[in-house]
């Protein structure tokens, strides 16, 4: 009985181990541009970025090899930070999955920090959650040539935490 | 000894067992940004009206006559190729040769920035100048650009009206 039991324990735990959970995170463009039509309206000479710059970029991000009923937080931050006072909100479109695969306290959008923040509370694998993207607080003056944005997404047992 | 087994397993199984704090998995991801030149210029447009006639002693209109005004230029220029050009073009009416000069200005920051007085003693079209500087992106409020015109007394007496347009194009190359 007692060898019964520890091999049980022995399995389940290899397999808890073995289970590898898989993220995905594909853009949709490698390269945004950012030109004159993103000036502050009327886009007269003299004006700088607009404040908030809804980008042409969207992201779909896959969970997968999870259990059905496992709860997880997707967190994302963002290191190092654009150059500039620029940063980066992400927004989860919660209605591109469906709603049972929906957590409680997913944030509504994300603001790219250093430190890893919550982005999406999920349930079991999703497929396909859409990601957009905003530029905020851009300058003309700070922002110029290419620069690479960098975001790392973390996946983690449990739900995300209540926001503030 | 059987118990000691047990929980000793089950210690293990506990910390191996993902909890909330733990990072199953991470995900690098990056993509570019790419912040195109702009070059916006604006000139305000302006109307110069030309000054009744202007007389000599001899009752005669001048010979030569001088107008200056003042444009509002605004602009938001970031980094464009190097060595920038500001090039400006100014259309007279018909059958109007000038000669003419701007003052150069020298914004405190900018891409371009115009190099010293132009002069053209062309027909009717105008010229290029040459740029220097290339010392920052930082919108100007305004800069006062000074246009002299000049013509002579037979051009003068070939104005058909007392108003005219000047129309001025600025562009950042």
């Given amino acids: 009985m007692l060898v019964r039991m520890i091999l049980l324990i022995v399995y389940l735990l290899i397999i808890n181990i073995l289970k590898g959970q898989s993220l995905a995170v594909n853009y949709s463009q490698s390269l945004v541009e950012i030109t004159g039509t993103h000036l502050h309206p009327p886009q007269t000479a003299g004006a700088d970025y607009a404040s908030s710059i809804p980008l042409n970029q969207g992201a779909f991000v896959s969970v997968q090899d999870v259990r059905s009923r496992a709860t997880w937080c997707l967190l994302a931050y963002g290191n190092p930070p654009i150059q500039g006072s620029a940063t980066l909100k992400i927004i989860p479109d919660i209605a591109s999955v469906p709603p049972e695969v929906v957590g409680t306290n997913t944030p509504s959008e994300l603001m790219l920090q250093v430190q890893p923040q919550p982005l999406f509370s999920g349930i079991g694998p999703v497929d396909q959650l859409f990601l957009s993207f905003t530029l905020e607080h851009a300058q003309v003056s700070q922002n110029v040539n290419t620069s690479p944005v960098y975001i790392q997404y973390q996946l983690q047992e449990g739900g995300c935490p209540p926001g503030p | ?173």
């Fill in chain 2, 1 to 173: 000894m059987k118990h000691r087994i047990i929980c000793s397993i089950l210690a293990l199984f506990a910390f191996l067992t993902p909890s909330a704090q733990i990072i199953w998995t991470e995900e690098h991801t990056h993509f570019d940004l790419h912040f195109e030149p702009i070059a916006l210029i604006a000139v305000s447009q302006q109307e110069i009206q030309l000054s009744p006639s202007m007389t000599t002693t001899s009752g005669l209109p001048a010979f030569t006559d001088s107008l200056s005004a003042s444009f509002h230029l605004r602009y938001t220029i970031s980094p464009v190729s190097p060595g920038p050009q500001l090039v400006h073009s100014v259309s007279l009416p018909i059958g109007l040769s000038s000669s003419w000069s701007t003052i150069p200005f020298l914004p405190a920051s900018g891409t371009c920035s115009l190099a010293p007085s132009a002069t053209h003693n062309g027909t009717d079209q105008l010229l290029a100048s040459n740029i220097f500087g290339h010392s920052g992106t930082a919108p100007q409020d305004g800069i006062p650009l000074t246009v002299r015109i000049s013509w002579s007394h037979q051009q003068y007496q070939n104005l058909v009206a007392n108003l005219h347009l000047l129309n001025l194009t600025y562009q950042c190359l």
